[in-house]
């Protein structure tokens, strides 16, 4: 985008919520079949001919910078199965506009790909791991690549001197591995984020006894650490960050029992562009549809504001509300509507 482009205007919601991080989705395809997150037999999938090309999604992308937009994270499904994604990094770095861009992957293809993402301009990299043990990580994601996952961590803090990894935590599963966790963090230049198990998408084994919650998590650090202390947040990330007594970082990203949904800045973009404001939004706005029929970036920009203007989503603080919470989606629906799945919105 030129350089004389001018300042992005600042668009708030009904909440007073501003813009700031868009999540892109640039598969629906995923290498692993985590049982938290796609623990079915079959799925529908996005069809290829919807795909958003690169050049459509660095359109849409600048729709959203010119609204205030700086952030931009690549996810999927598993980003690192579309070809080609430095390309699209590429164009994205051309916008000024945008500070950070980074990815989310399970790591597994990361090894052979880290350091060209790099060149072409990522910025950070997380990288999903919810256990240390191959045994575990077979049985969770129904697949043997846990070496090809710990091999891309590895890769990571090489190429770019530090990241993330984030574990969704679960009771009776892995909650016994939180310390191990955080020492395998300290090795690789990692801080660990401990998420908690999220009723969301296609989550349909989920139930609320398997959630293990940020108040536990802590309590089982404390007790082998000693006091954990909150750091100050001076941003509207969804971790929490704490340090331990050797000034080790951890995060908590505690969405199922401590929603942070006043400050939340971001919405989500499918690989087949549809716009979603909330996690647990149920429906959203095609964007595919008017740019395939000649939209702008301009006339893009000024459809989201509208819509962003009228935005009131709180999907987890409702969620919490909810005395009766169980599976927030159900299979029938899903089978209807790929875009209900958290393999297609991206997480």
Request: aromatic fraction near 6%; glycine fraction near 10%; include cysteine.
């Amino acid at each position: 985008m030129a350089t004389s482009d001018p300042l992005p205007t600042t668009v708030t919601d009904a909440l007073g919520r501003p813009m700031g991080s868009l999540r892109v989705s640039v598969t629906d395809r995923c290498n692993l079949r985590c049982r938290y997150c796609m623990p079915e037999e079959e799925y529908a999938w996005l069809s290829s001919t919807d795909i958003l090309s690169f050049d459509e999604l660095t359109t849409v992308a600048s729709a959203f910078t010119e609204l205030g937009v700086d952030k931009i994270r690549l996810t999927g499904g598993e980003p690192l199965l579309r070809p080609g994604l430095d390309e699209l990094i590429g164009k994205l770095a051309t916008d000024e506009r945008i500070t950070d861009i980074a990815l989310t992957t399970n790591g597994i293809l990361l090894s052979g790909k880290a350091s060209g993402l790099r060149e072409a301009g990522l910025g950070r990299v997380t990288v999903s791991l919810d256990t240390l043990d191959a045994a575990r990580f077979r049985e969770l994601s129904r697949r043997g690549t846990h070496d090809a996952a710990l091999a891309g961590i590895a890769t990571a803090a090489e190429v770019f001197g530090s990241l993330k990894i984030d574990t969704v935590v679960m009771r009776g599963f892995n909650d016994d591995e939180l310390v191990d966790l955080i020492e395998y963090g300290k090795t690789v230049s990692a801080e660990v984020r401990f998420i908690e198990y999220m009723d969301v998408g296609g989550a349909t084994g989920w139930t609320e006894q398997q959630v293990y919650s940020r108040a536990r998590i802590i309590e089982d650090l404390t007790a082998h650490y000693g006091h954990v202390t909150p750091l100050a947040k001076h941003d509207t990330a969804p971790a929490d960050q704490f340090a331990l007594p050797d000034g080790t970082v951890f995060g908590i990203i505690s969405s199922t029992t401590q929603p942070f949904c006043g400050a939340c800045d971001r919405s989500r973009l499918t690989a087949d562009g549809m716009w979603l404001r909330c996690l647990y939004a149920r429906t959203g706005t095609d964007l595919r549809g008017p740019l395939r029929r000649g939209a702008d970036r301009d006339e893009l920009a000024a459809l989201i504001a509208d819509i962003w203007r009228r935005r009131r989503d709180q999907g987890a603080v409702h969620r919490l509300d909810d005395d009766s919470r169980t599976v927030f989606v159900g299979l029938e629906n899903l089978k209807r509507d790929p875009h209900l799945e958290m393999h297609t919105r991206g997480g």
